[in-house]
Structure formats: C-alpha cells, structure tokens
C-alpha cells in the first residue's frame, strides 16, 4: 500500500477490512458474508502459509505494535518541517513511508491470524488492535496534506525537481495538490479522522447482525437432509437439482431477511448518510463525485458502464431463455439460476489446478509465467477449509518487503480450480508491481486489480472448453462461463446501479426505510432478470436481497468488478487472437502498480474504461458463448 491519501474519507475504506480489495469469484460474485463457517473434512490436511516470514512469534508481533504506538505518537512532530527545504520533505515523507509500511506489516498479519481460525479470542483482540492503531496513525497525520497544500504546487514541483529522494513520492505529492478543493484545515482534518469509528460503525453493526445475530432455520430437502440455512447452507441449497427444494430454500432465506427489514434498512440508511455527510464535509457535489475522485475516475466511467449493460440487458435475457430450454424449464424463477446446466463429475485437487494454472497461463510471458512458478512452488497460501477459518478467498499483497499471502478454501472441485487461478492473478500483479515500483506507488487500485485475476479466469474457461472430451463436459464449461459473465458484469453493475440510486435518493433528501429499499432495489431485479417481458418472474420476498450484501457498505466498490470484467475480456479477446503487443501493454500495466491514476494507467495501454467499447466486448463474449453452446444441443 503506497503513502496514500490519508484524508478521512480514504481511512473510511482502509479501517475495514484491507483483503476485500482482492476478494475472489466465489466471496464477491456469489457472495457470503464472511464469517467462519468452513467444515473441514476429517481427512483435509492443513496446508498453511508461513507467517514467521513477517513475525517470528506473536511476542514479536505485540513489541511490534508497542514500538508503532510510539512512532506514531511521534508523528505530529514533523508537523512544520515539510517546507524548510527538500532534503528535509524528504526526510519527513521517508519516515512517514517507514511508518507505514510497518504498520501495514502488523496489519496484515494480525490479519491473517484472525481469518486462519477466527473462533480465537486472543486473535479477535490482535486485529482491533491493529485497526485502533491504523486509526491513530490516520489521526495524527491529519496536518500532512494540509501542510502540504500549503506549500503550494509551485514550490512542491521545484522540490520535488531538485532532491531525488522525493521520486517516490511525486505522485502522491501532485496527487494531493489536486485534491486542493476537497482537503479540510489541519482542525477539520483532524476531526473527521476522529469520527471514523463512528462512520465505519454501520459495517460492524451489519457483520455482527448478519453473522451473529440473525436466527437461522434448518429445512428438510426431498432427500431427506436437513441443511442450516445460514448463508453457507444457503449458497449450497440453492444450487440443488431438485427445484422444490431451491424454492423452499429461498423462500425460507429470504424471509428471514424480511423479517429484519426495518433494521437492517435503517442500518444501511445510517452508511449511505455518513457517506452524503462526508462528501458535503468535503465540498464534493455528490457521494459518487467523491468516490470516483479518490481513484480520479472520469464519471464517464460508471455512467458508461450502467448505460451499456442497460444496453445489452437483451443478452442477458437470452441467457435465462437459454438456461430455462436446457434445464427445461418453462417459466422461469430468481431460484432457477444457479444450478449448473449440467453437472460435471470431475475433481480437481490441488496438484492439478497447480499444473492447469501454470498451463493456462504460459501465454502471459516469461516474466509473469516465472513470477507464476516462484509463488505456486512456495508456501504462500492457506488452502484447505478448516473449522473457524474465514470463508472464501484473497489475496493480500500489502507486504512489500516480504510478498504476497493467498487464503484458499479449496475443496477440489472446478470453482477451487477457478479461484485458485483467479487469486493467483492477483499475487503475481503484487509481484510485478512490487518488482518495479518502490513501495510508496507499488499499491495499485481495485480498478486495474481485477483485471489481473479475472482475465486468469477467462483464459481457464477457453483452455478447458478447448480441451473437454465429451459434450456434456465442453457445456459444463461454457455454463461457468457464461455464469461469470453474469454474476461479474450484469449483477455487479445491477448492485451499482442500486448503490448509486440510493445515494441519489439520500442526497434528494427522501428517507430511506427498509421497504423504500427493497422497493427500489425490486425494481432493478425485475429489470435486470425481464420480469416484466415474462423472461424470468421475481416474488416479492426475493426484492430484500439488498439487505444480504455486505459490499454496499465499502462505498462505490462493486462497479470495479464489472469494469474488471469488461477490462479483462477487452484484453482476453485480442490474447486469445495472438496479439504479442496487446500482452505486453496489459504486462505494463500490472507493472505499474500505482505510479499512476489508474484509469491513466489503462488508457496508456490502449483501454479506455470511459468509451462503450470493453462493455460491448463483454456482451460479445457472453453472445459468443450462448452461440457455442447452441450449436451443441
């Protein structure tokens, strides 16, 4: 994570937890919340990463903490002494950078601790601590970027042009100065930075309500089985063969989501308001105005978005026809969507999605197929479920001196397989960007982060469609892709147009009370899944899945998967073609991290997320799929 804006509205999003900027297909796609729900099989090895690499033991760990209490204590001291001369910004910017990188250090690994085993109480207080101390690190910081506006861009340039020392940090330093509207006084800078455990309050009360709280049924399915239905149980039910037991699973689901309506909307009212708060705190004229400034994004970007899956809705209207004639169903429901198309009896274990991966993704080069073998060879990952152990999947690459950590739960089957690879992505982008940049620009934005994972995805599916030895199989794979699609692009995009439609709301000054909210997010559902064209009929009960996402209290955060999808199959489209030049602009993006706005970054490699273009390469790719796929049945 590179020395970054530490205004309050950035702190907001880096308190909480730093691995969702990498969580995978199966925790953002068809997402859970995270709680420690994994069951271990009896005779699952532990296969666990090495966190003695970042601390010997946890003594160490807590004289780590101890000793960053006391440097940040220290930190208000510099105040003043940015525009004595260069060498002395210099001086300054270096020991902030230290700073930082060794509380990302005790960050990370209280973190990792906590998600190998999350039932541990000693743990649980590690990782508030290293949250109460990243807060305290944004609090006595609050005078850096105004002492830094201050200076003005005049000075700040001709600093930065005569001491090399102050290159890694240029782009912050400009960066900031670009933000000149938007940063408050020292005293108001202070005071948000205060307020932030009162405005990340809504996300904590949402996980302890959800994960906690919340009483769960069991439901006995047509064989006789008894499932929880919480939310592991039910992401399994839903997928069931047996229709009558997907509808009474999410009839049963969703109405314990009903029954907390009011307060789980009152919940979600109290994010949107802290959000409307503090864009006004900040003279932005929109929620969504600031968001996107925080990774400088053109609001092209994200209208653009909306307005072209909008566009392409009849592709995935097709999809659901699609998906009804193979399943042979004639009217289809919300619950018909996740079974598979057609079941696929084949396991693939750790070692085969290790040789897949590295397989699959030869057509990258030299420099990112080496980076590739080093990681998948050492013991960097946690890989099997394991009682209390975090659901889910990420990758944390924040530990620039020492390298990338992957969560797995892999359970030997083809979503195991995908995540694997999709994750993977993600630590060889760390790598590239840690190999070329210095740690204050190697932290690179969600925005070009997804891109690195599910363009692996994209390259798996064709390898393997490729490769199928029976029909049924070469369906199976397709079904997976066209379910990414799917869940990446239009669902991704419909949960961005709810986010951007309440926030919209908020700030027209109109209440928002559970029911306003299942009303207006029921009414994207139709549109999103044809209701109304008799595609596929949405019941009532259903219109409260808003209230089972936990993304929508990180803020503008789920667009970037969509656009990551539409980036990866713009880049996917032309790899697949054979075009050397096109890997090799999408390798320099990955290299550089964030040594540049990323939506520069993209456009440099001849991307730009603000025109239709990667979202119709997106729909094309779904239509190319349902094409295949007919011309087989």
Known sequence: MALANLNSATLKQRILPLAMAAVTAVATFAWQPTVAQAE???????????????????????????????????????KGSLGKNAGTMADTLEQISGVQKELLRAYVYANLIMDADQRVAESQAMLAKARSVYSSYGQALAWLEPEILSLGAKKVNKYIKREERLE?????????LEQADHLLDEQGEQLLASAMDVLTSPNQIYELLANADMPWPDVMLSTGETLLLNQAGYARGRSTANREDRKLVFDTFWQVWDDYQDSLGQILNTEVQANVFLAKARNYDSVLQQQLEEEHLPEDVYRTLVKEVNNSLPVLHRYFALRG??????????????????????????????????EVLKPLGDEYYSRLETALNANWAHVYPQPG????????GSLYDVHPFVLLNHNDDYESLSTYAHEWGHAVHSMLANDNQPFEKADYSTFTAEIASIINEILLEEYLIERAETKEEKLFYLGQALESVRGTFYRQTMFA????????????????????????????????????????KIDDVYTNEWAYIPHFYYDFYVFQYATSMAGAAWFAEQLLAGDTAVRDAFIDVL???????????????????????????????????????????
């Open 40 to 78: 271990a099989k009896p005779s699952t090895p532990v296969v666990a990463w090495d966190l003695t690499e970042i601390y010997p033991n946890l003594a160490a760990w807590h004289d780590a903490i101890a000793e960053l209490e006391k440097r940040i204590a220290g930190l208000p001291e510099l």
């Open 168 to 176: 890694p940090f240029d782009f912050y330093l400009l960066s900031t």
């Open 325 to 358: 004639r193979i399943l042979g169903i004639d009217d289809m429901r919300y619950y018909d969507i996740y079974p598979s198309l057609v079941e696929l009896d084949k396991t693939f274990d750790l070692d085969t999605s290790k040789r897949m991966t590295l």
């Open 389 to 396: 152990k975090r659901s889910g999947a990420y990758m944390n």
């Open 497 to 536: 147009e709810f986010e951007l439609l309440i926030h919209e709301t908020a700030e027209a000054g109109e209440p928002l009370t559970g029911a306003k909210l299942s009303e207006l997010y029921g009414e994207l559902l139709k549109k999103y899944h044809g209701h109304d064209e008799g595609v596929l």
């Open 591 to 633: 290299k550089a991290g964030g040594s540049d706005h990323p939506y520069n970054i993209l456009k440099q490699a001849g991307l730009d997320m603000a025109t239709p273009e990667p979202y119709q390469a997106t729909a094309r790719r779904m239509a190319d799929i349902m094409d295949r796929i007919e011309a087989l049945l």
